[in-house]
């Protein structure tokens, strides 16, 4: 059983940065690929990033490549997500979310835990 909190989310005008970070409870964590994911209002839940156990291998939705950058602590139990050159149409919930195996993985469903939510809006 993994728990996962996400937190540093807030409101930041556009052009501004933001770091995510999720801090995960359980001791398979580093066993576990992980992803960001996001649902604006009246939107789909998508992915934004997601990373490999090991940190070696990342993967990001096109409209966040060259602005985001997933990163994971295995030692600390952490996944972050450091948000750059925001943009308005970026305001969304923000999901931290982990699977039960260890390879890249960018499909919303195959996620085994989730959590929260952290609130991200962008003000033009």
């Known amino acids: 059983q993994v728990q996962l909190a996400e937190s540093g989310g807030g409101l930041v005008q556009a052009g501004g940065s933001l770091r995510l970070s999720c801090a995960a409870s359980?001791?398979?964590?580093?066993?576990?690929?992980m992803g960001w994911f996001r649902r604006a209002p009246g939107k789909e839940r998508e992915i934004v990033a997601a990373i490999n156990w090991s940190g070696s291998a990342t993967n990001y939705a096109d409209s966040v490549k060259g602005r985001f950058t997933i990163s994971r602590n295995n030692a600390k139990n952490t996944v972050n997500l450091q948000m750059n050159s925001l943009k308005p149409e970026d305001t969304a919930v923000y999901y931290c979310?982990?699977?039960?195996?260890?390879?890249?993985?960018?499909?919303?469903?195959?996620?085994?835990?989730w959590g929260q939510g952290t609130q991200v809006t962008v003000s033009s």
């Open positions: 359980g001791r398979t964590f580093s066993t576990h690929a």
């Open positions: 979310a982990a699977v039960k195996t260890p390879s890249l993985n960018l499909v919303v469903g195959a996620y085994d835990y």
